[in-house]
């Protein structure tokens, strides 16, 4: 049987109303309660994932920021993996200078300079990871997503970047035109080795660390628990879930995720408004 679990979120544990199904409470609780490890491991930051795990009636462990911060169930930081000052200079450059709207996830919260612009492309995030989604209530879902974040608007990220406090965990770069902009824009930033870029969303580009990784997260969790990664399951619907997903023994891809993904795993799960991941965790609960 299966020792610990990682799951994604958007798109993936939560569903169209962004909120994580009893189905998929229960089945979490219930492999819990036969000693099975469940960590979340998504892209956002804790104070994004805290209240929903509450909600849902269950702790966990949990993978940040793609894998640039690990903490444990009582949101101490474990781990961090943080962007040089020197590498987010130039990429704050390369976005300026092309024309792209971006945001940085910090030790501090999120940092944006355009409030309109977040909300949009938040929004627009919503909608694509859950196509039945509404925009407009994809909009009202954006709002209401940022109360929950320690958001912070600025003229200039250079005072970001310039606090010794704080450490920059991932850039975040938006377009509505989707891949076709920014796939141009990925080939420069990869010139970086020092980094790694994925995506949670067409119309998004995930930037990190190259060590901050989900998959890089996960195999520190399960040698931390002597769990062998054959024993790890892992399910995920986007880009950013590729490196756990290669990386663990059994591998779930929802049917609503992006095609590499499912072409990656060796498991289909049913989309996240069925509560494909609580299905998924029975059927390997019930592996014998």
């Avoid at 961090?80 to 130039?90: G, H, K, L, M, Y």
């Avoid at 309109?116 to 925009?135: C, G, K």
């Avoid at 997503?145 to 200039?156: G, T």
């Avoid at 990190?208 to 399951?233: E, T, Y």
């Amino acid at each position: 049987m299966i020792k610990i679990i990682a799951s994604d979120m958007d798109g993936t544990l939560l569903n169209d109303q962004m909120v994580i199904s009893e189905k998929n409470a229960d089945a979490i609780k219930q492999a819990q309660a036969l000693g099975v490890h469940f960590i979340v491991s998504t892209g956002r930051g804790y104070t994004e994932v805290k209240p929903l795990i509450t909600a849902a009636g269950f702790n966990s462990p949990m993978i940040t920021f793609n894998g640039a911060e690990v903490l444990n169930e009582d949101g101490e930081t474990l781990n961090t993996t943080p962007i040089s000052d020197e590498v987010a200079q130039t990429l704050v450059q390369l976005f300026k200078k092309e024309g792209f709207y971006f945001e940085m996830t910090t030790s501090n919260g999120v940092y944006s300079d355009n409030r309109a612009s977040r909300i949009q492309n938040v929004a627009r995030l919503i909608s694509d990871t859950n196509p039945d989604t509404p925009f407009k209530m994809a909009v009202s879902l954006a709002a209401a997503r940022l109360e929950l974040m320690n958001i912070n608007y600025v003229d200039d990220y250079q005072t970001v970047i310039d606090d010794p406090k704080i450490d920059i965990f991932k850039l975040i770069v938006f377009s509505m035109d989707g891949q076709e902009k920014l796939t141009p824009l990925k080939t420069k930033i990869e010139a970086e080795d020092s980094l790694v870029v994925t995506s949670s969303a067409p119309t998004n580009l995930e930037i990190n660390n190259i060590n901050a990784q989900k998959g890089i997260a996960l195999q520190a969790f399960a040698k931390g628990l002597n769990i062998p990664m054959s024993d790890v399951m892992a399910i995920g619907d986007n880009l950013n879930d590729v490196s756990m997903l290669k990386v663990a023994g059994v591998s779930y891809a929802m049917e609503n995720g992006h095609d590499e993904v499912k072409r990656i795993a060796n498991h289909s799960a049913k989309t996240n408004s069925e509560d494909g991941v609580g299905l998924a965790i029975l059927e390997q609960l019930a592996e014998k």
